[in-house]
T-cell receptor
Framework: GNSVTQMEGPVTLSEEAFLTINCTYT??????LFWYVQYPGEGLQLLLK?????DKGSNKGFEATYRKETTSFHLEKGSVQVSDSAVYFC???????????????FGQGTILTVHP | GAVVSQHPSWVICKSGTSVKIECRSL??????MFWYRQFPKQSLMLMAT?????????EQGVEKDKFLINHASLTLSTLTVTSAHPEDSSFYIC??????????FGPGTRLTVL
């Protein structure tokens, strides 16, 4: 079956530091890959996505590249802010692109805390 | 973006009672709704998928007679935890998907069974 593994947290950084949260996956076929963010007291929000190999998803300064050869989708940001403090979830859905966003499989989530 | 609400945001109930959780898509029609369960410091686990007007499809290991799901309209799905026990205490999250396919998540409902 499909699975997603994220790096263990929590991650604590100072403002303007570089962020990497590792994510690797196991899936058959060509899944779509996602990063979701959950701010305190709120629901999950889609941060970025990539639907095929070598695609780069980006949003709000965050980036992740779909690497099929290493089955990875690591999240990066060059300079984090206090407002980036949240829980980040890597996820996959079967099917390449289009509307196949059903049946998401999530990683365990990584808590990020950014200090001023 | 699209908004999904859940009600209640938290609920405490006695063991043996039933609890209903509502999930609403406020500004779009949700052809499909998903129900997830999240344990502390763990990932979201998909419980079931429901399409409007049809029976829900449950994931392996999820008791359909215990977790009743109804998706009677394009904007509302309900999850009823029947005869709740302390081990059912968890964070329940719904998501809704329209024709475009992207999922939008509700803020979750914290259930505590005493």
């Amino acid at each position: 079956g499909n699975s997603v593994t994220q790096m263990e947290g929590p991650v604590t950084l100072s403002e303007e530091a570089f962020l990497t949260i590792n994510c690797t996956y196991t899936a058959t076929g060509y899944p779509s890959l996602f990063w979701y963010v959950q701010y305190p007291g709120e629901g999950l929000q889609l941060l970025l996505k990539a639907t095929k190999a070598d695609d780069k998803g980006s949003n709000k300064g965050f980036e992740a590249t779909y690497r099929k050869e290493t089955t990875s989708f690591h999240l990066e940001k060059g300079s984090v802010q206090v407002s980036d403090s949240a829980v980040y979830f890597c996820a996959l859905a079967p099917g390449a692109g289009g509307t196949s966003y059903g049946k998401l499989t999530f990683g365990q989530g990584t808590i990020l805390t950014v200090h001023p | 973006g699209a908004v999904v609400s859940q009600h209640p945001s938290w609920v405490i109930c006695k063991s043996g009672t039933s609890v209903k959780i509502e999930c609403r898509s406020l500004d779009f029609q949700a052809t499909t709704m998903f129900w997830y369960r999240q344990f502390p410091k763990q990932s979201l686990m998909l419980m079931a998928t429901s399409n409007e007007g049809s029976k829900a499809t449950y994931e392996q290991g999820v008791e359909k007679d215990k977790f009743l799901i109804n998706h009677a309209s394009l904007t509302l799905s309900t999850l009823t935890v029947t005869s709740a026990h302390p081990e059912d205490s968890s964070f329940y999250i719904c998501s809704a998907s329209g024709l475009a396919g992207s999922q939008f998540f509700g803020p979750g409902t914290r259930l505590t069974v005493l």
